[in-house]
């Protein structure tokens, strides 16, 4: 997954800290791919050493604390749902503490640009578990390939319809949204009817 470039594209929109392209990423994303903040973190430093992006100068954020202090002379007090009055003081307290806030450099603001406008290749994809897997079930001798093929079947139907009721919980305004599920629900479909055929390749081998 292009993590670095989605980080990228996110900064082209405005400048962020690490807390809020996690939560820009997975909005954008319906969080069909929730980032974790480390994984965020350490894409940005490295986006930092490669040069494409930098801190912003003024990049204080303010962070606020609430404390609850209980007085020394309270009253045992056995409620475990509500606290009763004068027996518990709240204390808030206010702090600056800095957080790095990111932006693109000129050489990142032409990374995005490139990445905008090249197409993805199958190979930029990745290798694909499934497809490996399957290929070395039906050469290797001792592999139930029946019995995997339709864990894989109801695992896929499975996932096909979460992914269908999530879709359908989308506001139409969602565009973002709409097509990253959309396209998770054409590739769940095309890889059933691609295990169908396995099925097929195996009985004309047999013949």
Known sequence: MAIKEALLALLQRSPASAYQLKKEFDATTSETWPLNIGQVSTTLQRLQRD???EQCPDN???VVETTTVRSANAEPYRDKVTTPPNRAATATRTKAQPTAVWQLTDTGREAVSQWWSTPVTLEQRGRDELVMKLAFAVTTPGVDVTALIQRQ??????????????RRALPPSDVAGLLVLDHHIFATEAELRWLDTIDDHRLRARL
């Open 60 to 62: 204080e954020i303010t």
């Open 153 to 166: 079947r109801v695992a896929l139907q499975r996932l096909l319809h979460d992914v269908t009721r999530a």
């Open 51 to 53: 040069g494409l992006i």
